[in-house]
């Protein structure tokens, strides 16, 4: 087997702009220990996000051109149309600027207090989103999804037992709709199984339940399929990607994940009088339902990377990746969620700085020493974004400190992963030196984004790590 190359040439490149360790330990001083108030200028290699940072191909950015700025009834909007039609076989297309606006439309319909929508892991936005509504979100993630390194094939999957069970308790008639993310963000962009989606679909029938993807990784969960589930080997992508839709009453999208886009979502359904309020209700929000929040531009470079992304070239080039990332820390010893990812490496910082409790935030400390060795953007997941207070404000930390490494679409070469991993090993082995930060200043809601932290020790950042 040879080494499997990037599928593609580069034609524009953007620089990165090197700096040294010394004027990164004043950078993360000045951002507060907060990854997020860093300029991304000086990052060198940046991993806080696969959403919105991809690289558009030159066959988008010649759409972007043919892009029909009109306000109603774009010809961008129906090749538009067409693309999300032809993928999913979705017939109802609507338009939206990025994924949760999808999610805040369908919500406000079918949410409200007294309903639960059940799903294998809701995303953050998501679950934001149905709690707005009034409604509560339920996370029914398989038994092997919630073991960080056990390896399975589809950690992604809904446990079917336990939807069933909590259907029967709770009746159908407040559970408004199911919705699978595949793959499943929050559990480590771990797929869901072909089999899966129909015993999913299969309950749901029996309820009379509405089924959904939050399809934001739909091509990536595709391939997992074709690698891992019997039956699959030989079909081909496409046919893959129409079978997952066929068992979906509907789907939300953010395009700047699996589409290759910088901005964009959507919302695809079946059901004419749900699109119709769907559309009302777009109107009011997002636009016109031919442009949705959207320029004529950005419908074309999505309909051209929907296209794209089911290339099995890229999708082998995307897997293999993430998975030859993964490897290499493996290889060293590192500890991280398994098997790899989609679209991400998650290090689990708690078994990484075992030295450092949870309420000195393992997970941050781990991200700002992989910021100060190497300028590499990661993000924590853990007690600093999901971290709660009991009511002698002592933290009550999140189940898993992860810090997660995820990776832009199609933007780092091979050189670039091997630098990332080379850093990440030489923190490894110096991980006691890491130290513990304290919170100094937080918002009361998603604090994370603008927390303001420093070193337990008192000292600076040259002692962090
Ligand atoms: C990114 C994401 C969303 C929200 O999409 P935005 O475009 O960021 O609004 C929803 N679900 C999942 C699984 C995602 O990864």
């Known amino acids: 087997m ?38 991304s200028r000086d990052v060198l290699i940046d991993l806080l996000t696969d959403s919105g940072t991809s690289a558009m191909s030159s066959g988008q950015w010649a759409g972007i051109m043919q892009g029909d700025e009109s ?18 076989g979705l017939p109802l297309v609507i338009p939206t600027h990025q994924g949760r606006a999808a999610e805040k439309i369908l919500f406000h319909l079918l949410g409200g207090k007294g309903k639960f929508i059940l799903s294998n892991n809701l995303f953050d936005t998501t679950r934001a989103n149905i709690e707005f509504s009034g409604a509560e979100g339920i996370d029914l993630v398989c038994e092997e999804g919630k073991h960080p390194s056990f390896p399975a094939p589809f950690k992604g999957n809904v446990d079917t037992a336990a939807l069933q069970k909590f259907i029967e308790k709770t009746g159908a008639q407040n559970i408004p709709l199911v919705i699978l993310t595949v793959t499943n963000n929050s559990g480590g962009g771990q797929p869901v199984s072909m089999r899966n989606i129909r015993e999913t679909r299969a309950i749901c029938d029996r309820h009379g339940i509405p089924l959904f993807i939050d399809a934001c990784r739909f091509a990536e969960n595709a391939y997992f ?20 839709f066929s068992y979906a009453d509907g789907c939300t999208m953010s395009a700047k994940k699996d589409a290759f886009a910088n901005i964009g979502g959507f919302l695809a359904l079946r059901d004419e009088k749900l699109a119709r309020q769907c559309r009302n209700l777009l109107i009011i929000t997002e636009g016109f339902p031919t442009y949705g929040g959207l320029a004529g531009r950005d419908l074309e470079a999505i309909a051209i990377g929907l296209r794209e992304v089911m290339d099995e070239h890229y999708l082998q080039y995307r897997i293999r990746s993430i998975e030859y990332l993964a490897n290499k820390l493996i290889d060293a010893g590192v500890p991280i969620i398994r098997p790899a990812g989609g679209h991400a490496v998650y290090l689990d910082a708690k078994a990484f700085n075992t030295h450092i409790p949870p309420d000195q935030y393992p997970g941050q400390a781990l991200a700002c020493a992989l910021y100060l060795a190497g300028g590499i953007r990661g993000v924590e997941i853990g007690s600093l974004m999901f971290g709660k207070y009991d009511a002698a404000r002592r933290l009550v930390p999140a189940p898993m400190e992860l810090v997660r490494l995820a990776i832009p679409r199609r933007v780092y070469t091979q050189s670039h992963i091997d630098y990332v991993a080379e850093v990440v090993i030489e923190v490894f082995r110096k991980k006691r030196e890491i130290q513990g930060l304290e919170i100094t200043e937080e918002a009361p809601m998603l604090r994370h984004f603008t927390a303001k932290l420093r070193p337990v020790s008192g000292n600076g950042p040259a002692a962090l790590f």
Do not use: M
């Open 71 to 88: 306000y109603a009834g774009s010809p961008s909007f129906y090749r538009f149309e067409e693309a999300v039609r032809t993928v999913t």
């Open 2 to 39: 040879k080494t499997i190359i990037e599928p593609f040439k580069i034609k524009s490149i953007e620089p990165i702009y090197f700096n040294t360790r010394e004027e990164r330990e004043k950078i993360l001083e000045e951002a507060y220990y907060n990854l997020f108030l860093i300029h």
């Open 225 to 244: 399929i074709k690698l891992r589930e019997e039956g699959y080997a030989g079909k081909p992508v496409p046919e893959i990607v129409k079978e997952l």
